[in-house]
């Protein structure tokens, strides 16, 4: 399974969740952070920084994690999902309602991959 993460605070609840589902299977776990050139670009420091507090935050130190960058959070994580041969992908969603999507215009991450992916997405709310 590949989970997608920007390994905020807010994602750390998601992320036990997930561990214990993959856990339940004894399924393999990857993260992922996509690092994209316009809105949230990071440094290799900066990331890893991030990465490092978010499993001091979470009592958690043994997971994989790749950093792939891309032009957009989406298409990172359809090109990687793709190469390394994934047969889960999970996404944290804040799962905005409908009425906030036509109000603001656009779709959530979660919702654009899971109509483009040739695989399974589970979207857990955080």
Do not use: W
């Not at 799962?95 to 483009?116: M, T, W, Y």
Request: charged share 20%; aromatic share 14%.
């Amino acid at each position: 399974m590949l989970f997608a993460c920007d390994f905020s605070e807010d994602a750390i609840l998601a992320f036990k969740n997930v561990l214990a589902f993959t856990d339940s299977f004894s399924a393999k776990l990857k993260l992922i952070y996509i690092n994209t050139p316009y809105k949230s670009f990071k440094s290799t420091n900066e990331i890893e920084e991030k990465i490092s507090n978010f499993f001091f935050k979470s009592n958690d130190t043994s997971q994989e994690v790749v950093i792939y960058d891309d032009y957009t959070i989406e298409q990172g994580l359809l090109n990687y999902s793709q190469k390394g041969g994934f047969d889960l992908l999970a996404i944290p969603t804040r799962g905005r309602k409908p009425f906030l999507h036509f109000l603001l215009g656009s779709r959530s991450i979660g919702e654009d991959v899971a109509n483009h992916a040739n695989i399974p997405v589970l979207t857990i709310k955080i």
